[in-house]
């Protein structure tokens, strides 16, 4: 059975901080992974990795993925207050099945 | 504006009662599919359909239903609703690529409570 699990479950810094989320998966067929940010709606795309070992940038946040040790970090520097939300790591698997974790909830205290 | 729309966005229905809830996208995404989000399980995919005529079950297909006539279009039908699937629905899409669907554009939920 395809597992993606997320970890920790739920977290809360400090403006400033910097955290790092973790997602660990066990699927057959690995295709790619993806890390969605879900404030009160619906999820928005963050990135999207497929090779291990090369970083994704984008501002404050970047991610890399490690398919030999089957896991992928999120890490969010100089958290801000607008950082808090849920973050969902997303596995791509056989043909096109999509296979979330549970999510990691972030919250950043001013 | 690139966008999934979703219809209703709030439904409540009683036990048994057919419903449908629409989806549609205006990017021409090949790749469509809902999701179902409850509490501790995070996102479950019910179907998704790499393209016209095309669908497959996820991981919860059970008591849904989906159909891909047209390619903005891809509506989730639960035949005989029951309280288990009181959940949040979300639609999604994305251009289709050889490691499977890329980014996915979610719509805004569909929030379904089944008494």
């Known amino acids: 059975e395809d597992k993606v699990v997320q970890s920790p479950l739920s977290l809360v810094v400090h403006e400033g901080d910097t955290v790092t989320l973790n997602c660990s998966y066990e699927?057959?067929?690995?295709?790619?992974l993806l890390w969605y940010k879900q404030e009160k709606k619906a999820p928005t795309f963050l990135f999207m990795l497929?090779?291990?070992?090369i970083e994704k940038k984008s501002g404050r946040l970047s991610s890399i993925l490690d398919k030999k040790e089957l896991f992928s970090i999120l890490n969010i520097t100089a958290t801000q207050t607008g950082d808090s939300a849920v973050y969902l790591c997303?596995?791509?698997?056989?043909?096109?099945?999509?296979?979330f974790g549970a999510g990691t909830r972030l919250t950043v205290k001013p | 504006e690139a966008q999934v729309t979703q219809n209703p966005r709030y439904l409540i229905t009683v036990t048994g009662k057919k419903l449908t809830v629409t989806c549609s996208q205006n990017?021409?995404?090949?790749?469509m599919s809902w999701y179902r989000q409850d509490p501790g399980l995070g996102l479950r995919q019910i179907y998704y359909?790499?393209?016209?005529?095309?669908?497959d079950k996820g991981d919860v297909p059970e008591g849904y239903k989906v159909s891909r006539k047209e390619k903005r279009n891809f509506p989730l039908i639960l035949e005989s609703p029951s309280p288990n699937q009181t959940s949040l629905y979300f639609c999604?899409?994305?251009?289709?690529?050889?490691?499977?669907?890329?980014?996915?554009?979610f719509g805004p939920g569909t929030r379904l409570t089944v008494l």
């Open positions: 999604a899409s994305s251009f289709q690529n050889p490691r499977g669907p890329s980014s996915e554009f």
């Open positions: 699927v057959t067929n690995f295709r790619s």
């Open positions: 497929t090779s291990s070992g």
């Open positions: 997303a596995v791509g698997v056989n043909n096109n099945d999509m296979r």
């Open positions: 990017m021409n995404h090949e790749y």
């Open positions: 359909s790499m393209n016209v005529e095309v669908t």
